[in-house]
């Protein structure tokens, strides 16, 4: 059964963890033998995804916390693409 955005609880994968670099200042996915820099507020996104919150859910939330800020938009998108690499479920 495929799940719509609507639908969709995105988390990490199990063999992807979120991790701050405080001497570079930004967020990070640490993979298996790779770390892929998220910039912006791509760590605070990603880290809404628990596999409790819709996507709607993420962009209600994030709303809230940057009224005016194309979340609508952008966030949806960010997290395909991060779907298509592997590192949501």
């Given amino acids: 059964m495929t799940r719509t955005a609507e639908q969709w609880c995105p988390a990490l994968a199990p063999a992807l963890m ?11 996915l ?8 998220l910039e912006g507020h791509g760590g ?5 995804c628990d596999g409790t919150r ?4 993420i962009v209600g939330e994030l709303a ?13 998108a960010f997290l395909d ?8 479920t």
């Fill in 81 to 88: 693409s991060l779907r298509q690499e592997g590192w949501l």
């Fill in 30 to 37: 640490v993979l298996p033998e790779r770390v892929v820099v």
């Fill in 54 to 57: 819709t996507v709607p859910g």
């Fill in 64 to 76: 809230e916390r940057f009224p005016g800020a194309p979340v609508a938009a952008t966030v949806p």
């Fill in 18 to 28: 979120l991790r701050h670099d405080a001497v570079r200042g930004t967020d990070l």
């Fill in 44 to 48: 605070m996104v990603v880290g809404l």
